[in-house]
């Protein structure tokens, strides 16, 4: 299939909110909030929606997102950005166990999603592409994502990888730095 990509703005606002909709809020209502600087306020006021907490990004410039599009339809995404823009990545105390021996990142890579019935088809492998090439016009650097060990890992019935199979960043270059979780490893690239 061929897919088409678009940055998140408040132009492609609507599909990204269908496609969340359609998705059950992802992960019960996450709105792919959760890596933001601000998700544990969200989180902790019950009068805040994850929703509006998103679109509030969305609008003030501060999130990176490219959305996947499949006969105009958005079925999957890429989040990414500026540590500063995307704090909360999952296992800190583990991840700055050892930060301190290695560069910073420039960039990070926090979820990528794809529409269950859209899955093992490229969409995530679109999305990531699409993402670096923005990286790399805006200066690149050293890119670090958190994606979850799938070889030599029991079946994860039901399961979802949402900061991505390791496969698919070594695929584009990302190599090993560190272990943060039994499953889960810190990859970096340059760009």
């Not at 800190?92 to 420039?106: F, G, I, N």
Request: proline residues 5%.
């Amino acid at each position: 299939m061929q897919y088409t990509t678009r940055l998140l703005t408040e132009e492609t606002w609507a599909d990204f909110a269908a496609l969340v909709e359609r998705s059950n809020g992802v992960w019960g209502g996450c709105w792919c909030i959760g890596f933001h600087p601000d998700a544990a306020e969200v989180r902790a006021d019950p009068d805040v929606r994850n929703e509006d907490a998103k679109h509030r990004h969305v609008r003030a410039g501060t999130n990176h997102q490219v959305l996947v599009y499949a006969d105009g339809v958005a079925v999957g995404w890429c989040q990414f950005g500026r540590p500063t823009e995307l704090p909360g990545i999952q296992n800190r105390k583990a991840y700055e166990r050892d930060a301190a021996a290695v560069t910073p990142p420039d960039w990070r890579i926090g979820c990528v999603f794809v529409e269950s019935r859209h899955r093992g088809h490229g969409v995530a492998r679109a999305a990531v592409t699409t993402a670096l090439e923005e990286i790399r016009r805006s200066g690149g650097g050293v890119v670090e994502a958190y994606p979850e060990q799938t070889a030599e890992r029991p079946p994860q019935r039901g399961a979802y990888l949402h900061t991505g199979p390791e496969e698919l960043f070594t695929a584009f270059g990302f190599v090993r730095d560190r272990r943060i979780a039994k499953w889960r490893w810190v990859m970096r690239a340059t760009v």
